[in-house]
Structures are given as C-alpha cells and as structure tokens.
C-alpha cells in the first residue's frame, strides 16, 4: 500500500528539485513492478485458508464468492478512486486507494484465522464429515505434477491474455470515455465499473457449477 501511496508523489518528484525525468521513470517501474510482485501473493495465502474454513463439497461455491470480492473491490474502486480524484486531484486517487488497502489489512489481520484448530474447533474435515484426505505426497511432487500438465498451462495463458486486455480497458477506458465521448470523470469510472459488476455473476456462478 505504501508503494501505491507513492505514486501519488510524482509532483514533487519532477518540480523545482530537479529530479531527472529518467530515474522517475526509473523509480516508478521499480515501485510498479514491486506492487505487481506484491499483489501476487493475495491469491495462494486466501485459497489456502478457503480450504482450511470450508468442506471440499462446497469448496468451488465460496470460492466463487470470494473471487466476487475481487470484482466487487474493483467496481467499487473506479467510483472511489473517480470521487476523490474529482473533488481533490490526482495525487489523492493513490492516496486514497493506500489507505483503503490498509484499512482492508487491519482488518483481515484482526477477523481472519489461520485454522478452526487455532480457535479450539475441530477440523473442517470433521465439521463436515469428510474424509480427511491422505498426504502421500510432498507440496513439491504436487507443484511438479500441476507443472507438467497441460491444462494447467492453457488456463494459466488464458488468464494472462485477458488480464492484458482487461488493465487496457481499466487504463485507457476511462480517459477514453472522457475525451472522446464527453463523459465526466465519474460519469466515466461508472461506465467502465460496469464490467467489474457483471464478472460478479460469473465467478460466483462459475464457483456454483464446479460444486
């Protein structure tokens, strides 16, 4: 969240201080490539303690509801991010979204647990009388196998090329709904918002059909 906060800096980065352009340009992909790098550690840690909290029968449901959130989070930030920007300049769209970040920390350190166990609950197995599954092999034989199956490569692609075309909506959406069709900035970050509220009904249904 700190990286996020600091792009919110660049002014005072290429003022009067006579900061070369090149070492901001510099300094930002580094921050960028490290928000990136960052970011990718979300998914693993939250699907872990998804199967730690719910039966493997139901797993793909709430899976589902918690891709959701994703989407939800994004909707809900083009309108927020779009609000504040409007009222107080660019520099307080980053502001803003690092403090929203850390106020999402805050709270996921203080309401999510890393086990039922932990909290002096049986394990989920038991709660929901499944079979606890045999561990006859190491997390690296399993990350071997999901290496080496093509499937896994294809979905892997798939996602990789639709990221690419979705952060180009996100990015250039907004701007272009401005210049060249005469929307307001909130006006704008409403109507690209729109595609992040209908892949809610895809992930919690695609979560649903999996089950």
Same mark, same amino acid.
């Given at each position: 969240?700190?990286?996020?906060?600091?792009?919110?800096?660049?002014?005072? *980065?290429?003022?009067?201080?006579?900061?070369?352009?090149?070492?901001?340009?510099?300094?930002?992909?580094?921050?960028?490539?490290?928000?990136?790098?960052?970011?990718?550690?979300?998914?693993?840690?939250?699907?872990?303690? *998804?199967?730690?909290?719910?039966?493997?029968?139901?797993?793909?449901?709430?899976?589902? &509801? &918690?891709?959701?959130?994703?989407?939800?989070?994004?909707?809900?930030?083009?309108? &927020?991010?779009?609000?504040?920007?409007?009222?107080?300049?660019?520099?307080?769209?980053?502001?803003?979204?690092?403090?929203?970040?850390?106020?999402?920390?805050?709270?996921?350190?203080?309401?999510?647990?890393?086990?039922?166990?932990?909290?002096? *609950?049986?394990?989920?197995?038991?709660?929901?009388?499944?079979?606890?599954?045999?561990?006859?092999?190491?997390?690296?034989?399993?990350?071997?196998?999901?290496?080496?199956?093509?499937?896994?490569?294809? *979905?892997?692609?798939?996602?990789? &090329?639709?990221?690419?075309?979705?952060?180009?909506?996100?990015?250039?959406?907004?701007?272009?709904?401005?210049?060249?069709?005469?929307?307001?900035?909130?006006?704008?970050?409403?109507?690209?918002?729109?595609?992040?509220?209908?892949?809610?009904?895809?992930?919690?249904?695609?979560?649903?059909?999996?089950?």
């Amino acid at each position: 969240m700190g990286i996020i906060g600091l792009f919110g800096t660049k002014d005072g *980065l290429t003022g009067e201080a006579a900061i070369p352009s090149i070492v901001v340009f510099i300094m930002f992909a580094i921050m960028w490539g490290v928000n990136g790098w960052s970011q990718s550690m979300g998914s693993p840690p939250a699907i872990i303690a *998804l199967s730690r909290w719910f039966p493997l029968s139901k797993r793909g449901t709430y899976y589902g &509801f &918690f891709s959701a959130s994703h989407n939800i989070g994004e909707g809900l930030s083009f309108i &927020f991010v779009g609000s504040i920007v409007a009222a107080a300049g660019w520099q307080w769209g980053f502001f803003g979204a690092a403090i929203a970040g850390l106020i999402g920390i805050t709270t996921i350190i203080l309401f999510l647990h890393d086990t039922p166990e932990s909290k002096g *609950l049986p394990s989920i197995e038991v709660l929901a009388n499944e079979k606890i599954p045999a561990k006859n092999q190491s997390a690296n034989d399993a990350q071997r196998i999901a290496l080496r199956t093509p499937a896994v490569w294809i *979905l892997a692609l798939a996602s990789a &090329f639709m990221y690419i075309s979705r952060y180009s909506l996100n990015s250039w959406g907004v701007l272009f709904m401005q210049e060249a069709k005469g929307y307001t900035l909130i006006e704008a970050s409403t109507i690209i918002s729109i595609n992040a509220w209908l892949g809610v009904v895809g992930t919690v249904v695609a979560g649903w059909m999996s089950d």
